[in-house]
Structure formats: C-alpha cells, structure tokens
C-alpha cells in the first residue's frame, strides 16, 4: 500500500521560512517523480514544484520559482520542500505527490498525499 505523509506545516509570518517534509513508502522511491501541489479553498489544486525519478531534474510553478526548493532523501524515501520568503499567497494545504517516472503539472500524480496546512500571516 503506498503512503506519502506529509508534514512540517504551520503559521508563519511573511518573510518567514518552512520545510515540508513527505516520507513515501509502498512504492521504488527511485522509479517515481515526486512533487508538491497546492490548494485553497474554491480553487483547483495547482503544481507547485516536482523532482525527476532520479533527482536529476526539478521544475517549479513561476510563482515560487526562486523562493522554494524541492530536494529528496532517497536513503530515507523522503521528500521535502524548502520555502522561504513566504507570503500570504502561499498559504494553502500543501500535498506532497508521487508519479511513475514523470510528474509535472500536465503529467498529474498516481498517488497523493493527505496534506498539510501553511498560513502566511501579513
């Protein structure tokens, strides 16, 4: 049974920085495109940023694009996203996601996470 569970999340304030982790089990952690997504409420859940199977390649939405970093521990089936100079419209749950070889905002996932919640307060 695949599980990616979330965690890291919380209430910060503008400016500030959080790392959200995902610890993937059930799955070759090494054959599957991992990334996180994230949604408000009354909006379609949107791309955030996706890391190759492998590691070798990361692409980011514009809109956090030199902001946040995904990154991956593959010793640990774990990945995390690094996000700093938050602002209030990063607030969202964020849901860590996972897809054979290839995840992208057109290449959707296989698997998802239950999410975890970041508030950027003003």
């Known amino acids: 049974q695949v599980q990616l569970v979330e965690s890291g999340g919380g209430l910060v304030q503008t400016g500030d920085s959080l790392r959200l982790s995902c610890a993937a089990s059930g799955l070759p952690f090494s054959a599957y495109a991992v990334g996180w997504f994230r949604q408000t409420p009354g909006k379609a859940r949107e791309f955030v940023a996706a890391?190759?199977?492998?590691?070798?390649?990361?692409s980011y939405a514009d809109s956090v694009s030199g902001r946040f970093t995904i990154s991956s521990d593959n010793a640990e089936n774990t990945v995390f996203l690094q996000m700093n100079s938050l602002k209030p419209e990063d607030t969202a749950v964020y849901f860590c996601?996972?897809?054979?070889?290839?995840?992208?905002?057109?290449?959707?996932?296989?698997?998802w996470g239950q999410g975890t919640q970041v508030t950027v307060s003003a």
């Open positions: 890391m190759s199977s492998g590691g070798g390649t990361t």
């Open positions: 996601a996972a897809r054979y070889l290839v995840l992208s905002r057109t290449f959707l996932p296989d698997y």
